[in-house]
């Protein structure tokens, strides 16, 4: 997330979000979940009102759990997002696991590429 500014915004000011080329202005002082499900299917490709939906379409499932997970990084318990989604705290848990595997295996990824950028492939 960048911020369009030389320093930190203070409460109310406007700035600008800018995630994968999805660029929104916000109040500092919130972010609503439906701006946080804009994002992520903007760039996850996937319609905005399936993510909240039940669906176990593969796209809008995996597009739930990193708005999940989202929520989750930024404080809400299992239960309260289990209630935005209608979903049970354990269901909201393993999302949210989900999206902690996949950042460990690109987090693992990277350091391999890093490590062998250099080499000559045998």
Not at 68 to 78: K, N, Y
Request: charged share 25%.
């Amino acid at each position: 997330m960048g911020v369009d500014s030389q320093s930190q915004p203070r409460m109310g000011e406007s700035l600008r979000i800018i995630v994968g080329g999805y660029e929104k202005t916000a109040q500092t002082k919130t972010m609503k979940i439906s701006d946080i499900i804009e994002i992520v299917s903007a760039e996850m490709g996937v319609d905005p009102d399936l993510v909240t939906t039940k669906t176990r379409l593969q796209e809008a499932a995996d597009a739930r759990a990193v708005v999940q997970a989202v929520m989750r990084d930024r404080g809400w318990t299992f239960a309260r997002i289990g209630l935005v989604f209608s979903a049970g705290h354990d269901t909201v848990w393993s999302n949210c696991k989900k999206i902690e595997k996949a950042r460990a295996m690109i987090s693992a990824y990277d350091a391999v590429q890093a490590a062998i950028k250099n080499l000559p492939i045998e």
